[in-house]
């Protein structure tokens, strides 16, 4: 057990008991106690606390005292029983990348870092692997692909592998294998009271952990599909026009590529509007991907309506599964992949198909509010084309993620360097007139949520689905599972 406060560093071994001396409260000491050799405390003012503590997104974050990071799952359920006996919340972090704003309900208690908890074990017949519950979704790509295999994971290679699965989680396989929570299989999670169990298809929680999982546990580890990969490559072709494109453009992709959901299941078509002053100084740009699988070069079916369209560049570029982060500028190396100090908050609403006013009026919106030396100028809408044939292959009754019949996922990622509750103000303002605008052009009344997007002032019918048994069923299991409410900072129901 590895004890660091700002004083000092101790080794100590199981039992020892020592008081505390720095920032931690001594009781941390009698918790050390019973930890396994390799899990560690960190305490306020240590260098290991602060980057034990650090998040993507500083807006309404949470606040701990003290970090423990676990050597094993046994620490894991010691911590939380340990936590409830002092009446002191808790919270799992994996890779930090949270940023819904419920989480800074949490004021004060105690982090359980996951990053330990970081495997994946490929079963003798090779169709199932245990993945542990803090493992990044970089890790899991790397360790399958060197095993010639493959699944669903999230799309940005620092983001943990749990965290997107437990509100459903997108991919680049989610078109072959439905979303990340569709390939686990069990779930070893540590209760609100402590407890371990191994959850499956035989347990009520199942359906649960699979859409809104941040309300139920902490899962220390999962056993998941995995698939022969078929290393048959990649292409990828980004097209980057001028903002006054914009409505052609997201005509063309409704008729070319969304083709209301039905995409073809190898294709993927991304887009994000960010500045980029030297190639259009006058506003944002469309950057535009179009992506396939099993190709060297992307399909000009695909290509060509958006080159006749006349980009300002077009870039191919052809690789393996390992490259479409990069491509995409969600690497480990990429800005998002950085803790920046920047407040990060999104403002996603899911669609059906694009609606090329509305596109239009969003665009204009988006460009006054973020360009030339704006404090948004940072910012970047995200437009989300995966495809969907795996997804929709699974009834949407069957798990807590509610929507399985929408297209596209859609964000304005409004980034700034945090200065104060006005600038704060002003950036919720800019992110929900945007998602009303697309709200609007879907011609529907609902708004659809994606809960690991979401900013945090939505409703539970947003996140959840708008179903009257969705809700009555995710109330009772909270009832049953978390009555005291203890997993209730990420995404609420209660
Ligand atoms: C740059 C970027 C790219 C993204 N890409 C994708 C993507 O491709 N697909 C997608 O679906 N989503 C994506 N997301 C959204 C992502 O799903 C959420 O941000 C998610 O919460 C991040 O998980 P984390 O472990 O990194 O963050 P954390 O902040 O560590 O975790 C978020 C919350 O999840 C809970 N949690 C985490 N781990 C566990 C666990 N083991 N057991 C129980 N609870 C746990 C906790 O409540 C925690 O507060 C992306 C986000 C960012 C910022
Ligand atoms: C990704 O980067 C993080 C630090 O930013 C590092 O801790 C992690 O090991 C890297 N993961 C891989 C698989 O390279
Ligand atoms: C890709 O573009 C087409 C239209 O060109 C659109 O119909 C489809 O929804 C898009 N897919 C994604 C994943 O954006
Ligand atoms: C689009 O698909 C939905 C169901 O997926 C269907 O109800 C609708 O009629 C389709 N619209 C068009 C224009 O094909
Ligand atoms: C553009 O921004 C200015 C101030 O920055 C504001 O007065 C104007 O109403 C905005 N226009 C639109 C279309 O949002
Ligand atoms: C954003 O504005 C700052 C000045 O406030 C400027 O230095 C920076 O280059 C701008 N960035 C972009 C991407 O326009
Ligand atoms: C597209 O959006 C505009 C602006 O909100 C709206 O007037 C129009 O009805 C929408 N079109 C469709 C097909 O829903
Ligand atoms: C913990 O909660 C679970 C689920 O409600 C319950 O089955 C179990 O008996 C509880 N354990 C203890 C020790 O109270």
Request: net charge neutral; proline share 4%; with cysteine.
């Amino acid at each position: 057990m590895k004890l660091i406060t700002a004083v000092s560093t101790w080794s100590l071994a199981a039992g020892a008991g020592t008081v505390l001396s720095g920032t931690c409260k001594d009781e941390y000491a009698q918790l050390g106690a019973k930890l396994s050799s390799t899990a560690a405390i960190y305490c306020p003012g240590t260098a290991e606390f602060q980057a034990g503590s650090a998040r993507w997104s500083v807006l309404s974050s949470p606040r701990v005292n003290v970090v423990i990071v676990p050597g094993t799952e046994g620490d894991v359920f010691e911590t939380v029983q340990f936590a409830n006996e002092k009446g002191l919340p808790f919270l799992a972090y994996s890779g930090a990348h949270g940023s819904i704003t419920t989480l800074g309900r949490m004021d004060h208690g105690v982090e359980i870092s996951l990053s330990q908890l970081s495997s994946v074990t490929i079963a003798p017949d090779g169709r199932t692997a245990e993945i542990g519950g803090g493992t990044l979704s970089k890790t899991v790509t790397d360790a399958l692909w060197a095993a010639g295999k493959q699944t669903v994971t999230g799309t940005c290679e620092c983001v943990s592998y749990l965290g997107p699965a437990l509100g459903g989680g997108h991919g680049w396989l989610q078109g072959h294998y439905g979303l990340v929570a569709d390939q686990i299989i069990s779930y070893n999670v540590v209760l609100a009271n402590g407890t371990l169990r191994t959850v499956t298809d035989k347990d009520d929680l199942f359906w649960g952990l699979k859409g809104a999982g941040h309300n139920f546990g902490i899962v220390t580890s999962v056993v998941s599909k995995i698939y022969g990969s078929s290393q048959k490559g990649w292409a990828i072709e980004t097209l980057v026009f001028s903002g006054e494109k914009v409505e052609v453009i997201y005509a063309a992709a409704n008729e070319h590529l969304t083709k209301n959901g039905t995409q073809p299941v190898d294709v993927i078509n991304w887009s994000y509007w960010y500045n980029d002053p030297s190639t259009d100084p006058n506003g944002p740009v469309i950057a535009f991907y179009i992506i396939q699988e099993g190709v060297t070069s992307v399909d000009q079916i695909y290509t060509q309506p958006f080159r006749d369209i006349g980009p300002l560049s077009v870039q191919p570029a052809s690789g393996t599964y390992q490259d479409l982060a990069g491509w995409t500028g969600i690497s480990n190396s990429s800005t998002p992949c950085q803790k920046a100090g920047t407040a990060n908050p999104r403002f996603p609403i899911y669609l059906r198909e694009y609606n090329a006013t509305a596109q239009k009026e969003a665009y204009e919106l988006f460009a006054n509010a973020t360009r030339g030396d704006s404090a948004f100028n940072n910012s970047l809408f995200m437009f989300e084309g995966y495809s969907l044939q795996g997804v929709r292959a699974i009834a949407s009754r069957e798990t807590a993620f509610a929507y399985r019949g929408d297209n596209l996922l859609v964000a304005p990622l409004i980034t700034y360097a945090p200065a104060g509750k006005t600038l704060d103000k002003e950036a919720a303002q800019i992110g929900n007139r945007l998602r009303e605008i697309l709200r609007k052009g879907s011609g529907k009344k609902e708004m659809h949520v994606y809960v690991n997007y979401a900013y945090g002032d939505e409703t539970l019918e947003n996140w959840y689905g708008s179903g009257k048994w969705r809700l009555e069923r995710l109330a009772a299991l909270k009832n049953r599972y978390d009555p005291q409410g203890r997993f209730s900072f990420y995404g609420p129901i209660a």
